[in-house]
């Protein structure tokens, strides 16, 4: 079979891209590793009327809503490569052998998070340690607040984590801000702590203090980091698509109509924003599943 339309990710801006084209009566496959980015977290905050959800429920609903059209194809699995058919599209090879083709192609695959080489970063990711305060910062309200300084951005993320509660800057032995952002710093009640983390304490997945390298602990409740991300899938490089630098890693560079620098392959989500959450990645998706079927009715 050949598809109007291939989306490679099955998460909110996949899912809500194929919902616009399954509802214009479109062949459309959906192609899902089932590894969502924010599969670490237990609750999505500040989706519209889905608010503490969890997300990979969320995601299942909308792929069971989607499947109700009988347009649509979903396969679990993961596309190993991309070629283009000149004009008539795109073929695709999944790890299982099978290839499909297909008139437009969407790179909705998201980004991967590394995370800082701390002991007891990663299994509190998504749990105590965190990116997005207006994700998680509402449940940790008032207790103390930890945030990890990053060279590469201005500390203004520790000015806007002080709003949820008391929070401390761990420069990590770095030099860290200038001295007119520290007095910014400062007149927020924002705490700087200059030593080097040697770990975070906790029981389980909750986090209790981190702990200095000269053996003092510094209690806090949820430390928040900006990761640096990298696409989970290198199609956009095969195919060449270009690249801009976001704040924390490559982006996916995309037009106003979400169409990436390879005529047919438009790009959604994580991948293709600087900036991103749950709601902006399916708000995303669904601009870039109208601006597809737009395509295939106008032949752009």
């Not at 490569?81 to 090879?93: H, I, K, L, R, Y």
């Not at 993320?157 to 030099?175: Q, S």
């Not at 980091?225 to 195919?239: M, N």
């Not at 047919?264 to 959450?277: C, K, L, P, Q």
Request: proline share 7%.
């Amino acid at each position: 079979m050949r598809y109007d339309a291939l989306i490679v990710g099955g998460s909110f801006a996949g899912l809500s891209a194929a919902m616009q084209l399954a509802r214009a009566r479109r062949k459309v496959c959906v192609v899902d590793s089932g590894a969502p980015r924010n599969r670490f977290a237990a609750a999505s905050h500040g989706f519209f009327g889905q608010d503490g959800m969890p997300p990979l429920q969320m995601i299942a609903d909308a792929r069971d809503k989607l499947l109700a059209y009988p347009s649509v194809t979903f396969v679990e699995g993961t596309v190993t490569a991309a070629t283009a058919d000149g004009a008539e599209g795109f073929t695709v090879s999944l790890n299982s052998g099978e290839r499909l083709s297909t008139r437009k192609l969407l790179l909705a695959f998201g980004v991967q998070d590394g995370l800082p080489d701390i002991p007891g970063v990663g299994e509190r990711w998504g749990k105590s340690v965190l990116h997005c305060p207006y994700c998680h910062g509402y449940e940790f309200g008032d207790r103390p607040l930890g945030v990890l300084f990053h060279s590469a951005h201005p500390p203004d993320h520790a000015l806007l984590i002080a709003e949820w509660g008391p929070t401390t800057l761990f420069l990590n032995g770095a030099e860290g801000p200038d001295a007119e952002a520290r007095a910014r710093l400062q007149s927020r009640g924002v705490t700087l702590e200059p030593g080097r983390i040697a770990g975070l304490e906790g029981q389980g997945t909750d986090l209790a203090a981190v702990r200095l390298d000269d053996g003092r602990r510094v209690p806090i409740e949820a430390l928040f980091v900006a990761p640096h991300t990298r696409p989970t899938s290198p199609l956009a490089e095969q195919l060449g698509c270009a690249f801009d630098d976001g704040p924390t890693g490559p982006v996916l560079r995309v037009d106003a109509m979400k169409t990436t620098t390879v005529p047919g392959v438009y790009a959604a989500g994580d991948v293709a924003m600087a900036f991103s959450n749950a709601t902006l990645a399916s708000a995303d998706g669904l601009f870039a599943g109208v601006s597809m079927h737009r395509a295939l009715v106008f032949g752009a």
